[in-house]
Nanobody, 126 residues
Framework: QVQLVESGGGLVQAGGSLRLSCATS????????MGWFRQAPGNEREFVAA????????YYADSVKGRFTISRDNAKNTVYLQMNSLKPEDTAVYYC???????????????????WGQGTQVTVSS
């Protein structure tokens, strides 16, 4: 059974930084691309970033490009999201997800990702 557990969320002032982690189990982690998504109250879940199985390719939403960095450690079965220069509009629950095998995960569509974590809350105060 695939399990994903996010951690690292919290309350931070605008301009601050947080590092999210997503620990996985029950899958051959190094064979799958991974993604981060977020959902703010009243909004749909949206794509944040994705990374290829090797870590060699990364993709970002325009809203976070230059501020957020996705990375992975295949030895630890963990994917990370380093968030710098945080803004109040980054406030949301952040989820990690595993690509559906054979999907066009690099397009950042929710339907191309299968298993999801429970999410971790990120709150940015102004």
């Amino acid at each position: 059974q695939v399990q994903l557990v996010e951690s690292g969320g919290g309350l931070v002032q605008a301009g601050g930084s947080l590092r999210l982690s997503c620990a996985t189990s029950g899958l051959t982690f190094s064979s799958y691309a991974m993604g981060w998504f977020r959902q703010a109250p009243g909004n749909e879940r949206e794509f944040v970033a994705a990374i290829s199985w090797s870590g060699g390719s990364t993709y970002y939403a325009d809203s976070v490009k230059g501020r957020f960095t996705i990375s992975r450690d295949n030895a630890k079965n963990t994917v990370y999201l380093q968030m710098n220069s945080l803004k109040p509009e980054d406030t949301a629950v952040y989820y990690c997800a595993v690509q559906k095998y054979g999907s066009r995960w690099y397009e950042g569509k929710i339907a191309d990702f299968g298993s999801w974590g429970q999410g971790t809350q990120v709150t940015v105060s102004s």
